[in-house]
């Protein structure tokens, strides 16, 4: 764990330069506005430990597979979200002298990511090695209110010279992911032009086909007026720039504008790119960085007032929580039904950048109660479009009849993830799809998206779970074979609890899904029936037997859920008894070490637990966290808040505070090593549940929400914002009382700590 970065409650801030953390910075820092976003990377040359990370929303590469032993369904190819053409890039030379913080002597280095504005704001003073010294102020942004635009302000004052000055003004598009399979370059060009004051690179995917188009124009002022300087423009090779030649007057700052626009031809035609490019770029530079800016602040603003969560009185504990919030919100603003949410967001090209079973299972819940319900609807409508996908994928697995199998990885629908263990064993993902729908339905009420889109996928997954299942004459009952649960330090186990309670599940919700559109809509029924040439009786006789008889592996002696056959052949040993140096697993220990252990990855049978926690009482929930906490590493990011849920609900407050630590700064402090490959975007919805649904308490049973709140002692007071039903609640919790204010919409009746209370404004 590292703790460098200063505690405050808007803002992330880095005092002083050090290089080996600078890549764990660069992810940290991360901007984006939901069609892009970038590493927080310098403009100025680095030749020091960095990684340059541009990426557009939709566009990625289908990376060869690569493996030692190829088997049969393994998928073609692994996703990748592609480092896009760079823009960022201001280089600096003066004189003979290039500005590179790796070989000056920094001094007062402090970077700052306001998240309140989305603004990134970076100053140092700098000595070249001859001497001239430099102090530079630079601010950067990717525009909330236009998605295509970014801006920089970068300001560079000469403190003890006069000299000549070269700036070098690029569009680069030839570029290199760092998880490339074969060291492969990705992007091809297309056009490029350079005219003083203009660079453009059109390039596009091998393979895929897309399209990004990225041009800059730039203003440089000297005393609040324009200076062209000598200007010349060169050309290679997937590269375009501009290289301007002034003074740098002694005590007189130079001010570079940079804008840039960045078009992709999911958005535009692919011939009219260029031209659309140079018309954004227009009128960016007519706006001007104060005006972009401030249009960009005023999104913001409305965002915090839709999803901010405010804590008092622990300063560490609020920088956490806004910072996975920011992150969230930059990564997926809900306007376009074709994205979704990447692992990493713009942060960093680990895990491909793609779309995971983390969208449905963590990240819907923020998004129902932060944004309007269309947000989140058009996440369960992406996974709609991807049906065909998923029968696609079962047929290669060897299903039939219409089964789908959704992917454990995906950019298009088609499973792209090429891990044995996880892309055929961890099946439970495609059940997430269907608790989404019914955690869906619960919170708006909008039981139409069963009608027009929900059943048809419920079809689909249901008759995954009837030919995945297999009858046991041993048990007399169903048992599920060869499977990964949520704990991905198991392979190939046989009934893992949560794997085989999820598909019975969605085996009854199915059910009950047919049954509902049948009686409300008999006309859509009528034509799901045919389309999906759906044998009512036959099949539905079928789930409900497997659901009926499905088999749930239980130690009676400890009244405990078993994590999956054999478990109890395991030396079970707890977390605190690992040496430190053991630790984290995943990089210490091999791989068969791990799996002959007892140890888990992030919550298996507790995430069963969570999802269906009405099914438990109190008792049952307690004796299988303390069972199956102490012998938790939490190497996964999205283990630790469901942690924190269910501690909340047993009273353990001391437990869930320090869990809750761990999921909102895990990236900030850096818990896992991992930081530098990027954030861990999806997980950090766990940290908004934490808040609302773990100290909050916050439910929705039949229609109702339900709070039994709690606040940690560490805290004076947290408050948070919820979107229901037509209505918006704010909920404050201090340690004397729990206020609950309707701040739009209808009376509504909550239930507080089991007593009905009327909201009315």
Known sequence: MKQYLKHHEWHIIEDGLNPHYNKISESVFSLGNGRMGQRATFEEDYSGETHQGSYVAGVYYPDKTRVGWWK?????YFAKVLNAPSWIEIKIKIGDQTLDLAKCKVEKFRRVLDMQQGLLHRAFTATLPDGKKISVDSKRFCSMADGEIGAIRYEITPLNFSA?????????????????????????????EATPGLAIVNAQTKKTLFQVCTGIQYDIQRNGKSITGNVTTNLREKYADNVVVTDLQEGTPLVIFKYAAILSSENHPKDQMVKHCKAKLKEAVAAGFDKLFADHAKVWAHKWEECDVTIEGDVAAQQGIRFNIFQLTQT?????????????????????GSTYWDTEAYCLPFFLSTAEPKVARNLLVYRYKHLGKAIENAQKLGFKDGAAFYPFVT??????????????????????????????????????????????????????WNQRATWSEDKGKYVVLGVTGPNEYENNVNNN????????????????????????????????????????????????HISDNMYYPYDAKRKVIL???????????????????????????????????????QADVLQGIF??????????IRRNFDFYEPMTVHESSLSPCVHVILASKLGYKEQAYEFYLRTSRLDLDDYNNDTEEGCHITSMAGTWMSVVKGFGGMRVRDGKLHFTPFIPDQWKSYSFRLEFRDRVIKVKISSDKTETILEHGEPLEVMMNGKPVLLKK
């Open 611 to 620: 999802l269906f926690e009405d099914d438990f009482d109190l008792d049952t």
């Open 332 to 352: 997926y603003t809900g306007e376009d039904e074709r994205l979704n949410i990447g692992p990493k967001g713009f942060t960093g090209e680990k895990y491909g």
């Open 72 to 76: 049969n369904g393994y998928p073609e």
């Open 563 to 601: 994590q999956q056959d054999g478990f109890l052949d395991k030396e079970l040993i707890r977390v605190k008894d690992l040496k430190p140096e053991d630790r984290p697993l995943n990089q210490k220990w091999s791989w068969d070490r791990i799996l002959r252990s007892c140890f888990i990855k």
């Open 411 to 464: 950019m298009n629908g088609e499973e792209c993830h090429n891990e044995w263990e996880i892309t055929f064993e961890e099946i439970h993902r495609t059940s997430a799809m269907a608790y989404a729908m019914r955690d869906y339905i619960d919170y708006t009420g909008d039981k139409d998206y069963l009608t027009e889109f929900g059943l048809e996928v419920l079809i689909g997954i249901a008759r995954f």
């Open 164 to 192: 000549p000055i070269t700036l070098t003004l690029p569009v680069d598009a030839d570029v290199v992911n760092k998880d490339s399979n074969y060291d492969e370059k990705f992007w091809e060009e297309v056009s490029k």
């Open 497 to 544: 609890w949560y794997t085989n309670y999820l598909g019975a599940w969605t085996l009854r919700f199915a059910r009950e899904a047919v049954d509902y559109v049948k009686t409300s809509n008999p006309k859509r029924y009528a034509e799901l029936v045919t389309k999906t040439k759906f044998e009512e009786k036959a099949e539905t006789d079928r789930w409900k």
